[in-house]
T-cell receptor
Framework: AQTVTQSQPEMSVQEAETVTLSCTYD???????LFWYKQPPSRQMILVIR??????QNATENRFSVNFQKAAKSFSLKISDSQLGDTAMYFC??????????FGEGTQLTVNP | DTAVSQTPKYLVTQMGNDKSIKCEQN?????MYWYKQDSKKFLKIMFS???????INETVPNRFSPKSPDKAHLNLHINSLELGDSAVYFC???????????????FGQGTRLTVV
């Protein structure tokens, strides 16, 4: 069974600075997909970024980028130029084949003015 | 247009009652899910349907019964509600096989169930 671990329950960052959220996972699969979802106080689950395991290039979406280390089974999220609206719970998630999304425990990120 | 829509958003009910949560998606996905988010925000899969067939049934009390009348709808009925059922319930949908059609799951806005 796949497991996803986020070892930082809470993090904070000053507005305009950069923060990195950590995620590790365990799987015996070779082909899979990794995601970061954001859950603001509104409760909505919003996809931030996705990474296909077969792609070596790290995914980037505007201020959000990932550092995907397949051998180390590590998938961290970097948020540049943090904004107040980035304050949310961030979930790392794993999916392979026809299976469900498996989530990590989440990291509560607070952006301070 | 709302991609995944679940109703109601809030549900407050007494112990012992029976309640239902409805979910609909207009994304053309063939797979739908129910997730439970507990008070510590942990998201755990409960059920999954692919083309109206149950494919995932995690260890959930049999008071919880999902029903999928077609691949665009997945409802969750809960009998004899207990205090411990209080949580946020999320419906989600995706393509069964990740690929050109997309890899991620899309979520509804969640239903906060409070049992008193």
């Amino acid at each position: 069974a796949q497991t996803v671990t986020q070892s930082q329950p809470e993090m904070s960052v000053q507005e305009a600075e950069t923060v990195t959220l950590s995620c590790t996972y365990d799987t015996s699969e070779n082909n899979y997909y990794l995601f970061w979802y954001k859950q603001p106080p509104s409760r909505q689950m919003i996809l931030v970024i996705r990474q296909e395991a077969y792609k070596q290039q790290n995914a980037t979406e505007n201020r959000f980028s990932v550092n995907f280390q397949k051998a180390a089974k590590s998938f961290s999220l970097k948020i540049s130029d943090s904004q107040l609206g980035d304050t949310a719970m961030y979930f790392c998630a794993f999916r392979s084949g026809g299976s469900r999304l498996t989530f990590g425990e989440g990291t509560q990120l607070t952006v301070n003015p | 247009d709302t991609a995944v829509s679940q109703t109601p958003k809030y549900l407050v009910t007494q112990m012992g009652n029976d309640k239902s949560i409805k979910c609909e998606q207009n994304l053309g996905h063939d797979t739908m899910y129910w997730y439970k988010q507990d008070s510590k925000k942990f998201l755990k899969i409960m059920f999954s349907y692919n083309n109206k067939e149950l494919i995932i049934n995690e260890t959930v009390p049999n008071r919880f019964s999902p029903k999928s009348p077609d691949k665009a709808h997945l409802n969750l009925h809960i009998n004899s509600l207990e205090l411990g059922d209080s949580a946020v319930y999320f419906c989600a949908s995706s393509h069964f096989l990740p690929g050109a059609g997309g890899t991620e799951a899309f979520f509804g806005q969640g239903t906060r169930l409070t049992v008193v």
